[in-house]
Each structure stands twice: as C-alpha cells, then as structure tokens.
C-alpha cells in the first residue's frame, strides 16, 4: 500500500462514519435550499445537457434541485460511497438516469471518466478540507484536466475569518483573491461574495462563494 492508499483509506473512513451516524438534515454543511450555488449556476447560462461535476457531493440537495431544473448531465463525486447511497436512495429512481455517481478521491482519482469534459465544476466545502501541498495539486490537477476552455468553476469555501475546523479536520481558510491565486491566470473571477450559512445547531459559517470561468486560450 502505498502513501496515497493510506490516505485515500483514511479519508473514506472518516467520512464514511461521518455519513453512517448522523441524520442528513443534523450535518453542519446540510443546505435545504441551496440558493447560494443555484444562483451562481443560473449566472452561469448552460445548456440543460451540460455535464455538471459536483465534487464532494455528499448527499447534497443541489443534485435534487438540478434535476428539477431539466439538466440531465450530472456527475456527482465523494470519497464516501455511503453518503452517494443515502443520495441515491433520496432520488427518485425516474431521476436516477440524470446522475452518475462516482465514489472517487478528488486529489487523486481512479473513477472519474476525463472524456467527459465538464461546463462546471461546483465545489462547495472540499477544498477548505485539503491542507496539505499534495492534496491541493491533486486537486488542482483534476480540476484542469476535467473543466472545459470557456467552462466555469463554482468553489465555496470557509473565509479568514471563518472556522478553523470542521468535521473534526482541520481547514485551510481562503479569501477570493487566494482562491483566484490558486486557479492561476488561466481563470478569471466573475464574481464573489460572502454568505453567512446557519447550521442546523444554529452556529454560523461564513463562506466566501467564488464564480470563475476558465479562458479561452
């Protein structure tokens, strides 16, 4: 087993606990309405058979909110494969055929299919969990690989002055300007904002939510 083995265990299990002991709508990230995101994706203008990735999907309500919407391309990738179950199982099984659902390691994939260039990539709370050098450029790495020329990056993450840790992990904080550094010139920033997310204990969360498109060049 190598070092990335060991990781890639590591990491499953957490999150695969994370998901099997707590009810959907009581973890700290849970969004009824996911109104933030869906309002970046509206901006975004695509076509209702653009291929959409979700990174750490979970069992977020945007997939459900998406397939409302008429788009029938989705990947939805998370390292727990319980918590893509749980997904799966809320869906309703005439909806199944829009979603693919990949368990996968974004910083360093087996499963995910590169031919499938994606319109969007939407991240909301991974990155902030990578803090370590590797796994941000195994990140960075698919993201390249996998987002189209003229396609758009969604990241929402924990600002500077948002919470240090989150699920037992430690995060890495980021303002736009540090996401934007990190995507490189290749990316313009559309647009940011910050948003103050309530948890479902009542604590607050805030995010930075960052739109960027990649160039055509």
Known sequence: MNANDKKYIN????WNKVYSSNEINNLGWYEEMPKPSLDLIAKCGLAKNAVILDVGSGTTTLIDNLIQQGYKKIIAS????????????????????????????????????????????????????????????????????IVKKGGYVIIAVFTLEGAKKCSGLNVKNYDQKMISEFLGKDFELLQYFNYLYINPSGGERPYVYTLFRRKHI
Request: glycine share 2%.
């Open 78 to 145: 998370d390292i727990s494969a319980i918590a893509l179950e749980k997904l799966k199982a809320r869906l309703a099984e005439e909806n199944s055929e829009f979603v693919q659902l990949v368990v996968d390691d974004i910083t360093d994939p087996q499963r995910i299919d590169f031919t499938l260039k994606a319109d969007l990539w939407h991240d909301r709370t991974v990155l902030h969990f990578l803090t370590n050098e590797n796994q941000q450029t195994g990140y960075l790495s698919t993201l390249k690989k």
């Open 11 to 14: 990491y499953q299990e957490h």
